[in-house]
């Protein structure tokens, strides 16, 4: 193995905690939650973690990418909150949960591509811009719901709900959108032109823009796809829930993503990640909010926790460099 081949052992080690450290961390949270639960490995449990992180997984993916090329979005939870109210919305007029999808991925796009054109057209920070889509989002969302929720009708429950609720083969559907969507972002990032200049964009723009990469068309598509993977889980949520709290739907969602782009080993700077390290991230926040809820620690220090998870990570992140 390249791992080990012509190595000592403190090269392997360096190595490990390193390119690594995202596989080491979750090796360690398993042996953790299987300590406090060593009925932790059944496939009920293991199935659910991948469910009760499948939404929030998916905008990981989007982040990802806007992370890697050094920028940051923190318009995800609302823009979710404003795609799924309206994607009931649409729901109840139509009576097509196929159309409600569709209005959902088309509407996170849009949102995607407001987002890019205003960062790239615009030259305006890209915190300073989702910043300000957080806040427009949810007071649109809020403003339609008139503080009440978005619920879709008697006709279409069961059919909206058989999305999320539903399996394949035992397999529940939730598991499988994060999975083929991770699979697909791998795909983009590591396959193809558009991820290596995402790279490369994250790395030095000035770089990259000298290099012939025309750096604003990928800032736009970047924020395009992600975007679209709001809405898509802005749909699933839906899905789920039946029912959409305006005020709190996707509360804290840019949060848990960033989070779990961080402690995937995405540098916050950009131009480095692994999108396998995102996928862990997910289930690594999913797995200690697990082990913190079996070993009876207050709910409310979930917050907390969190937060020192994405500080240790981003020490780590700087000690490498």
Not at 232 to 258: H, K
Request: net charge positive; proline share 2%; with cysteine.
């Amino acid at each position: 193995m390249t791992l080990f081949k012509n190595r000592n052992i403190k090269d392997v080690w360096h190595n490990i905690t390193g390119n690594y450290s995202h596989w080491l961390s979750f090796i360690i949270l398993l042996l953790a939650a299987v300590i406090v639960n060593p009925s932790f490995f059944s496939w009920s449990n293991l199935s659910n973690q991948f469910v009760q992180g499948a939404i929030v997984g998916i905008c990981a993916m989007g982040m990802s990418l806007v992370i890697s090329a050094g920028m940051i979005d923190l318009s995800v939870g609302s823009a979710v909150a404003l795609i799924s109210g309206l994607g009931i919305t649409v729901l109840n007029r139509t009576q097509s949960v196929f159309l409600c999808l569709l209005f959902c991925l088309g509407a996170g796009l849009i949102v995607g591509l407001i987002n890019g054109i205003l960062v790239t057209k615009g030259r305006i920070a890209p915190f300073i811009v989702t910043l300000a889509a957080m806040s427009a989002w949810r007071s649109v969302i809020n403003q339609l719901g008139q503080g009440g929720p978005f619920t879709a009708s008697r006709e279409m429950y069961a059919g909206l709900r058989e999305v999320a609720a539903g399996n394949y083969l035992f397999i529940p559907n939730l598991m499988l959108f994060f999975i083929i969507i991770t699979i697909i972002t791998g795909i983009l990032m590591s396959k193809t032109k558009f991820g290596t200049y995402v790279y490369a964009i994250g790395s030095n723009q000035l770089a990259a823009r000298l290099s012939g990469i025309s750096v604003d068309r990928v800032k736009t598509l970047i924020f395009t796809y992600a975007g679209t993977l709001y809405g898509l889980s802005a749909f699933l949520l839906a899905s789920r829930l039946t029912s959409i709290q305006a005020a709190s739907a996707g509360s804290a969602y840019e949060m848990d993503a960033i989070a779990a782009v961080a402690i995937g080993g995405t540098s916050m700077a950009g131009g480095r990640g692994k999108i396998t390290g995102t996928f862990l991230g997910v289930l690594m926040l999913r797995i200690i909010s697990t082990v913190l809820i079996m070993a009876r620690v207050p709910p409310f220090l979930n917050g907390l926790v969190q937060g020192v998870i994405i500080i240790i990570a981003v020490l780590a992140q700087n000690r490498k460099k």
